[in-house]
């Protein structure tokens, strides 16, 4: 299959034979949107974009990633406005807000689900990120993407067959998508084609990680690490998602 311009960044992530290829890509978007909100093109000055940010707010993980990115010029700017937006917000909710009567099973802490209005305000709040909004609407596209190549492309199909496999996070996304993009006679080749995947992969993990505690046993002191050297790094990655190290936040003003 030509190669396109939306295809050339997934493809990419999976030339690169990481242990995760949407990790790399959730990695690199990440970026893109800090540098939009953030870096040198300065959209944090424009109200438009201030008007959402004001709005969605951002979640704890990209609260510290935007400090660690530097531009404190910037996130005072974005913090300045938000605040008054949050002030007014929680004022309204204060004003608004009147306790509930307790029940036995409030009383006994078996209430379903939170029962205070402040409380589910806050959360709302806690939950609201315009970064991770922006992600997802761009994650979707690329999911979709990855099944447009896997049933049109054999090329791109054999590499993820013999790939790396993907963190549990992503390879959860794509089974959850492969319900509603592949038709019934697809799917009977997709599972079992990335069970053997995953399975083939985790063993390796597994593997290298009981290799590398063998390696701290004195008799092995002279043996080869093999792959085991980054083996609880990679295993990590492999469970949890994410990245080996922090993404390279360029400002630092």
């Not at 974005?78 to 029940?103: C, D, G, W």
């Not at 043996?223 to 936040?249: E, F, I, T």
Request: net charge positive; with cysteine.
């Amino acid at each position: 299959m030509k190669e396109k311009l939306y295809t050339i960044p997934l493809n990419d992530a999976v030339n690169a034979n990481d242990e995760c290829p949407f990790c790399i890509i959730e990695r690199n978007v990440e970026q893109d949107l800090l540098d939009f909100v953030l870096g040198s093109g300065s959209s944090y000055m424009e109200s438009d974009v201030r008007g959402m940010t004001d709005k969605e707010g951002f979640c704890r993980n990209h609260f510290k990633k935007m400090f660690e990115y530097g531009n404190t010029l910037g996130n005072g700017w974005i913090l300045k406005t938000h605040y008054v937006r949050m002030n007014q917000e929680m004022s309204e909710q204060f004003k608004a807000f009147s306790p509930k009567k307790s029940s036995l099973l409030n009383k006994r802490g078996k209430g379903e689900g939170r029962q205070n209005s402040i409380g589910i305000w806050a959360a709302e709040k806690e939950n609201s990120c315009y970064i991770c909004k922006q992600f997802n609407e761009t994650y979707g596209r690329y999911m979709d993407t990855f099944f447009i190549l896997y049933q049109k492309d054999s090329a791109f199909r054999e590499k993820i067959e013999h790939s790396k496999g993907f963190c549990l996070h992503h390879f959860g996304d794509l089974c959850e998508a492969a319900e509603s993009k592949l038709s019934n006679k697809e799917k009977t080749s997709f599972y079992p084609a990335m069970f053997s995947l995953m399975e083939r992969n985790m063993k390796r993990m597994a593997d290298d990680v009981a290799w590398l505690v063998e390696k701290f046993d004195y008799r092995n002191k002279d043996a080869d690490w093999k792959a085991s050297k980054d083996a609880v790094q990679r295993g990590m990655q492999k469970l949890k998602g994410g990245y080996p190290a922090d993404p390279p936040y360029k400002m630092n003003k």
